[in-house]
């Protein structure tokens, strides 16, 4: 008869592991300072929202618009478009572009059993950002939010600091001009 008990060894074993590498112990009282007085504790700075260049699909807005809107939710945050562009594909069906004025959409039209989905989402106004980030920060803000991208391309004086959201189909990515944030786009592969 099979044993099928190598997966709850093998779990068991990564987390401790896990507890060793993390240092999570029992609570150990803090220490006094050299005035008698409990030491404060270290200021904590927030972990980087990519893990090893990938982002989760819940971490990606701009502009407050979040990648898993459909198109009535976009309205409700944005308003009216200035331009409503729709066209068909033949991968995809109905494709249309709602264009505000300091940010582009676009995205699948759905139907009844299918949602909308956004497929780019990009721009370029200052003042517009993802996860506090915005058009016209240094490589430095997103770094330190966004921890190291997957990719870092350099063509002379522009770079693009690119993260997987996801799937590797899946793209957000910060343009920079003389380490200036210049714009903020998601991109996902349509096929």
Known sequence: MP??????????ALGLMATALLGCSLSQPAPESS????AAPPASVPAPLAQQGLLQTAQVTIGGVAI?????EIRRVLGEP???????SGCCGLLRRLEYPTLTTSLIKGDDSDPDFIYALRTDSLGV?????SVGDRSEAVLSTFGPPAEDIVEADQ?????????????????????????IGYYSLLN
């Open 82 to 88: 200035t331009a409503v562009v729709d066209e068909e």
């Open 35 to 38: 005035a008698g007085g409990a």
């Open 129 to 133: 950002s993802a996860a506090g980030v």
């Open 68 to 72: 898993t809107m459909d198109e009535a």
């Open 3 to 12: 044993c099928y008990c190598a997966y709850p060894v093998k779990a068991l």
């Open 159 to 183: 770079r693009s600091l690119v993260y997987v959201v996801e799937i590797d189909a899946d793209r957000l990515v910060f343009e920079l001009v003389d380490d200036t944030v210049t714009s």
